[in-house]
């Protein structure tokens, strides 16, 4: 049996569920990577509750659709759903971090719990990405590659060299999604290397792609923006960019740079959560 798509109230509440224990496991276990693992929350989410094609429970099903976590460093989160949907025993991921885990900081290739690829080194996931799409289409598989990207991570040459292939070879069986949280480690990215907000999208479309932006915490709409770029209609890949909030969540994380590896204290965890309100 393949994976149910969950209605909008259901997908709220399990992007919450994810959230609250992504916290947990994390602040208790003394894991750093928080913040990151918070703005890519809802992506994943709208992916494994709302748009991909898999087999809970049955990670090597052939059929099943790729994603290449490339920013493997916000892996807390792909971890909690892995075990939510029975890929991971769940006593693997509560222990994550602690002497006892099997588990990496960052995401590595682990096929028995459906991690396609190693990654960590930033840069190396859109190339893998654009090979597994292109086999696609070689042995005239019907699957789907996405690929999660982060947007500091977009500055590697790797990436670019990999958009233009993918385009030469018109890969639109693949869906490339920047987790856009405009921090890139310690620092605005914008103090860094973009020349203003809208850069990304003047290089993409410079690349031949036509990049829709979409709300990076809503995960109904961007559940929506996926399973419609998951047809394979158009000549080129698609590509999402999902403006999220570095740290979303926990108020004394969002946007807050120094928080890309830390654990909150006590005191900053009782300045309060945003969300779960309203459902
Ligand atoms: C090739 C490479 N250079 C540097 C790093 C160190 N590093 C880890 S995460 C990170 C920031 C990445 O920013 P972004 O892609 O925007 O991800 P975010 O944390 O914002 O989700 C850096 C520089 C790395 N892992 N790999
Ligand atoms: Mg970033």
Redesign the pocket.
């Known amino acids: 049996m393949t994976n149910t798509v969950l209605n909008a109230k259901d997908i709220r509440k399990k992007a919450d569920r994810i959230r609250a224990e992504v916290i947990d496991v994390a602040v208790r276990n003394g894991a750093g990577h928080i913040a ?1 693992s918070l ?2 929350i809802d992506i994943l989410v709208a992916l494994y509750y709302g748009s991909m094609s898999y087999r809970p429970g049955y990670p090597a099903w052939d059929g099943r659709d790729r994603l290449i976590f490339s ?1 493997a ?2 892996c807390y989160t792909l971890y909690a759903i892995l075990a939510d949907i029975g890929n991971m025993p769940k006593e693997e991921w509560k222990k994550f971090y602690t002497c006892d885990s099997t588990l990496s900081g960052c995401a590595e290739n682990r096929p028995e719990y459906g991690i396609e690829a190693s990654c ?4 190396h996931g859109l190339p893998m990405a654009v090979g597994n799409a292109l086999a696609a289409k070689l042995q005239k598989k019907k699957y789907h590659t996405f690929c999660i990207i ?4 977009m500055q ?1 040459g790797t990436t670019w060299e990999a958009i233009q292939f993918a385009v030469k070879h018109e890969l639109n069986n693949l869906t490339i999604i920047i ?1 856009e ?1 405009r ?3 310690m620092d605005f990215i914008t103090n860094i290397m973009d020349i203003g907000v809208n850069d990304k999208i003047r290089k993409l479309k410079g690349f031949g792609l036509l990049p829709i932006v979409c709300p990076g915490h809503d995960v109904v709409k961007l559940a929506g923006a996926i399973r419609l770029a998951r047809r394979p209609s158009g000549r080129v890949p698609k590509v999402l960019i999902a403006q999220t909030t ?1 740290g979303f969540g926990l108020k004394c994380m969002e946007d807050v740079p120094k928080f ?1 590896f830390r654990i909150p204290t006590e005191e900053e965890i009782c300045l309060g959560r945003s969300y779960g309100c309203g459902y």
């Open positions: 990151p703005s890519c920013k460093h916000g960590g080194s930033l840069g982060g947007d500091g991570e590697e987790d949280n921090i890139q480690a570095k890309h």
